[in-house]
């Protein structure tokens, strides 16, 4: 159990749907808050006490207005949770094309696949949208050869479900980043806990860490906003040939970053989606 304190933010949307509520995670994604859950009429969202900045999640979340819903928001101090049993009871296993399987330690008695993850993060930080999770990782089953003896690299890698695949898939090397330094660190520990940590370096910061011409693969799955902002930087470190995998956002949304990677030098290859999450796959 974790002592530290946290503070509940209950964030009202009206009209409130599912499509709505991850709209909304997407915006305040940078923020520093831990886990989300949904709580119709409230996307509920859960920060260490120290880190939470009404006034910086006002400005965020002013970014959603004209988007055909309106929100609203309070905080409260929560009292003392046990993180590991909130995070037990939202997590299922996951099963990749019959290939790769995404569980918890206290996950017992599942059918061995190809490739087996074990997920244990410190706090209630999940896996993310499972459908980008799958996409992404179903877009590495996809790509093995391109996989194997290269060097990639996991952007925003929350607790390192695509780097430890790549390294179980034989990469020579991978990099995860992350801008949450308690994601970074429980992808620091979910590399040795797979046994892939002497390949896996991970690491805090955004796409400024990122070196020039270094990478055969990188995997970013983040968000809409993100993926635009860095789309140059990605072109930039990505070896001639190299593959870029993106997910985060909606298929509305592919013309938008088709265009920007394109004007980056990034040609469009293919697309995978689920419920209307996209995962797009470019070559330089």
């Not at 305040?28 to 996307?43: A, K, N, Q």
Request: proline share 2%.
């Amino acid at each position: 159990m974790n002592s530290q304190e946290y503070i509940e933010v209950a964030i009202k949307i009206a009209p409130f749907s599912e499509e709505n509520a991850e709209i909304v995670t997407a915006e305040i994604s940078e923020l520093p808050f831990e886990s989300f859950t949904m709580d119709d009429p409230y996307l509920k969202c859960y920060i260490q006490k120290e880190l939470y900045d009404a006034h910086e999640l006002k400005i965020v979340l002013s970014g959603v207005e004209g988007m055909g819903f309106d929100v609203d928001f309070n905080a409260n101090l929560m009292p003392a949770v046990n993180w590991n049993a909130v995070w037990e009871s939202q997590f299922t296993p996951i099963v990749v094309d019959g290939k790769c399987t995404i569980k918890a330690s206290f996950h017992e008695g599942l059918k061995k696949t190809r490739f087996n993850i074990t997920i244990d993060p410190k706090m209630a930080f999940g896996t993310g949208h499972h459908q980008t999770t799958y996409m992404m990782c179903r877009a590495l089953l996809q790509n093995e050869e391109e996989v194997k003896d290269k060097v990639v690299l996991d952007m925003g890698c929350g607790t390192a479900v695509l780097a430890i695949l790549a390294a179980k898939m034989k990469a020579a090397k991978v990099y995860g980043i992350d801008i949450d330094a308690v994601a970074a660190i429980s992808a620091y520990d979910n590399a040795r806990l797979n046994r892939v940590g002497t390949r896996i370096e991970t690491c805090c910061g955004d796409a400024s860490l990122l070196q020039r011409n270094t990478y055969d693969v990188i995997l970013a799955n983040i968000n809409r906003n993100i993926l635009l902002q860095d789309m140059g930087t990605y072109a930039h470190s990505l070896h001639k040939g190299g593959l870029l995998f993106i997910s985060g956002f909606y298929v509305e949304d592919m013309p938008m970053l088709i265009g920007t990677a394109a004007a980056s030098g990034l040609e469009y290859v293919s697309h995978d989606s689920i419920d209307n999450w996209c995962c797009i796959k470019f070559r330089k």
